[in-house]
């Protein structure tokens, strides 16, 4: 009994000391905590009830659906082999002769060129969307340029604090850029914490707006959530943008459910030129937290888009679903909507480019009758 005593508390002690290295390797990328003047203007916000920020539609789970969903992951949930276009910094110097161009980088990083300024949105060069380098989701594939080949960036744009939109190694590498930076409500305390200086730092609610060079940047709605611990649960706001330049307007979805202010974004700030809005990493039994490809194109419609740009997929694997399921299910979707889908890091002029050939593999996959996604809480 004595020898099992023993190894069990061994055992304890190696856990205790295993899970030591994480939590330390782990703290720098939780950040700090918004205090002071920030935190109080945080808690009047119109978002903000009983310390904690919330949905206008509250969200939804199904948790029988998701234990389901983890029996069923898809054989094709990650490609075998994914590499991204080459990208030269060359390609992006000259100004997009139709005023706006989009680079994808994967999942929901991209640069837009919109009118003479470049914003960059939710920037991710880590291998892992982790707080530690050696675990976590990887990224299928390595970024198509370097983070210092990039032209000057006039905005970096945050949509909300996971892991997968708001990459501590990528904003600490970014800390010296002469940006600003434009974060919804209380992420700016992540950003001094990580030694971006505060005169650089943008902080929004909804509806509330930033001139940045020629061009003006809304913080608008979405429906989604917040943390990067098990204890700060909603304590920073989330959020998807709409940019207007001097001739055109692009909006940028971030995370989001489907959700009621959709129409009136539109109203007021459209209508839009492209419409870059998530379509990826859904399930039924989340279905308030991701809106996919059917309701995106849904969305598309409400926001008085043009041409439709599908993010968030392609990048690496948060939900059980096959990695092309998501465009092709939107592609079955659009109409006679224009759907640009290029290659990472492929430049393109959405408002010019001719319709780009699928350049992934056919494989199979399930279709909006087989698995819909349907958010609750929607007004006819």
Not at 360 to 371: G, I, N, R, T, V
Request: glycine share 8%.
């Amino acid at each position: 009994m004595t020898r099992i005593r023993r190894l069990l508390l061994g055992a304890l002690a190696l856990t205790l000391v295993f899970l030591g290295v994480v939590l330390v390797q782990a703290w720098p990328a939780f950040g700090a905590r918004a205090e002071g003047v920030r935190r109080a203007r945080m808690e009047q916000s119109p978002q903000w009830h009983d310390g904690s920020f919330v949905n206008p539609e509250p969200i939804i789970n199904h948790v029988g659906t998701m234990l389901d969903g983890m029996l069923h992951v898809s054989e094709h949930a990650s490609p075998t082999s994914l590499q991204a276009a080459p990208l030269e910094p060359a390609a992006l110097r000259s100004p997009p002769a139709s005023g706006v161009r989009i680079t994808w980088f994967g999942h929901s990083t991209t640069l837009i060129e919109l009118d003479g300024q470049r914003v960059l949105t939710d920037p991710s060069w880590s291998e892992r969307s982790s707080p530690i380098a050696w675990l976590g989701p990887r990224h299928w594939f390595r970024p198509p340029i370097a983070l210092a080949e990039l032209p000057p960036i006039d905005a970096v744009v945050i949509s909300h604090d996971h892991y997968d939109h708001l990459d501590h190694g990528t904003l600490v590498a970014m800390k010296d850029w002469p940006t600003k930076f434009v974060v919804p409500l209380g992420i700016g305390a992540y950003l001094e914490g990580w030694g971006i200086a505060a005169d650089k730092i943008i902080e929004l609610d909804w509806w509330e707006r930033a001139e940045v060079g020629a061009l003006t940047i809304v913080c608008t709605p979405a429906r989604h959530a917040s943390g990067r611990t098990p204890f700060d649960r909603d304590q920073t706001l989330w959020a998807s943008y709409a940019l207007l330049g001097s001739a055109h307007r692009v909006y940028f979805s971030g995370d989001t459910g489907m959700f009621n202010a959709l129409r009136e974004i539109g109203r007021k700030l459209g209508p839009f030129d492209v419409t870059m809005i998530e379509v990826g990493q859904y399930h039924g039994g989340w279905p308030d937290w991701h809106i996919g490809p059917e309701q995106a194109m849904s969305a598309h419609q409400q926001l008085r888009g043009k041409a439709f740009f599908p993010i968030h997929w392609g990048g690496l694997q948060l939900a059980y679903h096959g990695w092309t399921e998501p465009v092709e299910r939107v592609r079955a979707a659009a109409g006679s909507t224009p759907v640009v889908i290029p290659r990472p890091g492929q430049p393109v002029e959405p408002l010019t480019s001719p319709a780009l050939a699928p350049w992934w593999p056919k494989l199979p996959f399930e279709s909006a009758q087989d698995a819909p996604i349907v958010s609750s809480g929607l007004r006819p």
